[in-house]
C-alpha cells in the first residue's frame, strides 16, 4: 500500500500539489487580494495564488513541503489579515 502510494507521488510529481483553501474575512477589495497575493508569493514553493473578494478566500496550490504555519505567517503578519480558517485537501 505504500509503495503503491510512493509510487503514484513520483508518476505526477510535475504537477502535483495540495489546494490550500482559507477563509479571511476581512478581504474587502481588489487591493486586500494584492496585498495577500504579494505576501504569499514570498513563501517559495507557492504555485498559484487565487483570491475570491466575494466569498473572502484564499484558495492556493503548494506542495506539502510548504507548511500550514508559513502560509498563515504570510497572511497575518506580511499582509495583516486574520486567518479564519485553513483546509488542506491532496
Ligand atoms: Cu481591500
Known amino acids: ?3 503503491l502510494l510512493f509510487a503514484a507521488l ?4 510535475s504537477v502535483f500539489a495540495d489546494t490550500i483553501t ?5 478581504i474587502v477589495c481588489s487591493s486586500c487580494a494584492e496585498k495577500i497575493t504579494e505576501a504569499l ?5 507557492i504555485q498559484k495564488v487565487d ?3 466575494k466569498l473572502k478566500q484564499v484558495v492556493i496550490q ?3 513541503s510548504v507548511t500550514d504555519q508559513s502560509i498563515r ?8 489579515y486574520e486567518v479564519k480558517s ?5
Do not use: H, Q, W
Request: include cysteine; hydrophobic fraction near 40%; aromatic fraction near 0%.
Open 22 to 26: 482559507l477563509s479571511v474575512p476581512k
Open 62 to 64: 503548494a506542495p506539502a
Open 1 to 3: 500500500m505504500k509503495a
Open 51 to 53: 483570491v475570491n473578494t
Open 10 to 13: 513520483l508518476s505526477c510529481s
Open 41 to 45: 508569493k514570498s513563501v517559495s514553493g
Open 86 to 90: 485553513l483546509t488542506r485537501t491532496l
Open 73 to 80: 505567517d504570510a497572511i497575518e503578519k506580511k499582509a495583516n
